[in-house]
C-alpha cells in the first residue's frame, strides 16, 4: 500500500511515523509550500491513500480544483484523510461518485481557534491592531475603544468552535446570541432567527460550513439590517459565505466599523487597502495543544481507512 502525505513528515511525532510506515511505503513532501500540479501528480502516483494539507495544494481557494485533479490521476484510491476539519475545499460531489471516503479531523483545535476568535475581538473594539498599524507606519492617532462586556456577542454556527466562543465571551460579561441553521440549544446562549441576530448583534463571529449555510448567506440586504458599527470576525475558510463587494461598501460606509478575516490569499481581497478591513493567514489552529491533537487523530483515520473501516467521514 502507497501512502502520500501532503505535509513535512517532521511534523509528526517518531511514535506516529512508525504508526504509518506500518501500513506501507510512505511519502510526505519537504515542507508545506505550494506545489506545482506536475510535482502533486508525480507524488501522488500510485497513491492508495491520500493524507492531505491544503497547504501543498495552494491553500483552501485552489485546494479543491487541485486536488480533484489528484484524484482523477489515481485509479486505485481507496479514499483521501484531511488534515483539516474544514472539508469545504473537496469537491464531495465527485467523491461521493466514485464512493470514496473523505474523513476530516473535528474538534482538534476547537478551544484554540475560540480563544483565537475572541483575541480579534478584543484586538477590533480596543483599537489594537489598528493602532499597531498605525504606529508602524508613524500615523498614530488616538482612537476610542470599547469594552466588550456588557455588548451582544452575535455567533452565527453554534458548532464545537461557536459555542467555546460562546463561552468565553460570556466569561468577558458578553450578551450571547446564536443563529444555527437546525435546531440547537446552549444554556445562557439565547437561539434566534437569522435576522434577530443582525438587528440585535453589537459584534458578529462567524463559525459555519458550507453544508450548514448558503453562498453569500450576507449581502447588501443582510448589513442593512445590522446595527451601525457592527464589528465582524470571519475565521471561516469559505470565501463565499460573505458577498465581498457589500462587504466593502459596508466598511466604506461605517455600516461595519472593522472586518477582521482570514485566507490562505490575502492579496485579492477587495478591501485589502480598506484601514479597517485587517486580514490574517490562518493560523489559530496552530498552538501546541491543537497539533498534537490533529496529528494523533489524522493518523488514526490514516490506519482506519487502510483497514477498511473508515472514520470521521464527512462522505
Known sequence: ?????????????????????????????KDRGELPITK??????????????????G????????????????????GVCLST???????????KKRKLPVSNIPGYSTESVAEHT????????????????RTAKGKYVLQQGLEL??????????????????????KLGMKVIAYNRTKKTMKGVKIVTLNQLLKESD????????????????GKIEFSKMKKGVFIINTTPDLQLINEKA??????????????????????????????????????????EALENLYNIWVDNIVALAKGKPQNRVV
Open 118 to 133: 475572541i483575541a480579534y475581538l478584543l484586538g477590533a473594539m480596543k483599537r489594537i491592531f489598528i493602532s499597531d498599524r
Open 247 to 288: 462587504m466593502t461598501d459596508a466598511l466604506k460606509s461605517g455600516q461595519v466599523d472593522t472586518y477582521i478575516y482570514e485566507r490562505s490569499d490575502l492579496s485579492d481581497a477587495p478591501f485589502k487597502n480598506l484601514e479597517n478591513a485587517i486580514g490574517f493567514h490562518f493560523f489559530g489552529w496552530y498552538t501546541k
Open 203 to 218: 459584534a458578529i463571529s462567524f463559525h459555519t460550513t458550507r453544508k450548514d449555510t448558503k453562498q453569500n448567506m450576507i
Open 149 to 170: 462586556k456588557g455588548k451582544t456577542l452575535g455567533i452565527i454556527g453554534l458548532g464545537s468552535i461557536g459555542r467555546a466562543t460562546a463561552l468565553l465571551a460570556k
Open 1 to 29: 500500500m502507497k501512502i502520500v502525505v501532503f505535509n513535512p513528515q517532521s511534523d509528526f511525532s517518531n511514535e506516529l511515523q512508525k504508526k504509518l510506515s506500518t501500513l506501507g511505503t510512505v511519502v510526505y513532501t
Open 85 to 95: 476539519g474544514s472539508f469545504d475545499w473537496v469537491d464531495l460531489e465527485y467523491t
Open 40 to 57: 502533486l501528480l508525480d507524488l501522488a502516483k500510485g497513491a492508495d491513500i491520500i493524507a492531505c494539507d491544503p497547504d501543498p495544494l
Open 59 to 78: 491553500g483552501f481557494e485552489k485546494g479543491k480544483e487541485v486536488l480533484t485533479k489528484i484524484m482523477e490521476s489515481l485509479s486505485n484510491l481507496k
